[in-house]
């Protein structure tokens, strides 16, 4: 696709339904490295509360890189706004995905670990750092899956009755 079409393209974006269809239009903007109107399709596409597939994601990724060349040769509309620069913003993008992604994969072995901590209550003081060694030996699971879990589990405060029996240096001073 040259520039001229993928100007018209950019210009014609609210109007897609489908993701296929911005797919089309964000592959253009990757193979020119247009970031800003990547985000401005991305942004387009979220706002018609269409859903990004992990194809979407895949070509976002492309642009992805500290040291991708960055082309501004497609005008796009302005907002008043303020917005992150088109390359910290595919970043942030790229990080929520990544997280998302991370995240879900990790609450698969959640059930399992809940089973183990009742089983062992000694854990639930362990300081984060041995907790995840503990549950990465004892639950077969990687450091970064445990790391999520055990935020999960700070969340819904499944720890809070063990942390109420320790000591705080608040108890040692008249606070």
Same mark, same amino acid.
């Given at each position: ?80 706004? &303020? #917005? @992150?620069?088109? *390359?910290?913003? $595919? ?8 997280? %998302? ?31 995840? &060694? #503990? @549950?990465?030996? *004892?639950?077969? $699971? ?8 055990? %935020? ?24």
């Amino acid at each position: 696709m040259n520039l001229n079409t993928l100007q018209i393209e950019i210009d014609n974006v609210h109007t897609y339904t489908h993701v296929g269809q911005y797919n089309i239009v964000l592959k253009a903007c990757a193979d020119k490295y247009e970031m800003a109107a990547m985000v401005h399709v991305y942004d387009t596409l979220k706002k018609h509360h269409i859903t990004p597939t992990d194809a979407t994601y895949a070509i976002i990724n492309r642009l992805h890189s500290k040291t991708c060349p960055e082309s501004k040769h497609i005008t796009i509309p302005t907002s008043s706004d &303020r #917005t @992150l620069a088109s *390359r910290r913003r $595919i970043h942030k993008i790229m990080k929520g995905f990544n997280y %998302t992604r991370n995240y879900k994969k990790a609450m698969i072995h959640l059930p399992g670990v809940i089973s183990f901590v009742n089983a062992n209550p000694y854990v639930k003081v362990y300081s984060r750092g041995k907790l995840v &060694r #503990t @549950l990465e030996q *004892r639950c077969g $699971i990687t450091s970064k899956e445990a790391m999520y879990i055990i %935020t999960k589990l700070k969340r819904i405060k499944f720890f809070k009755e063990a942390t109420e029996k320790q000591n705080t240096l608040d108890a040692y001073f008249n606070v």
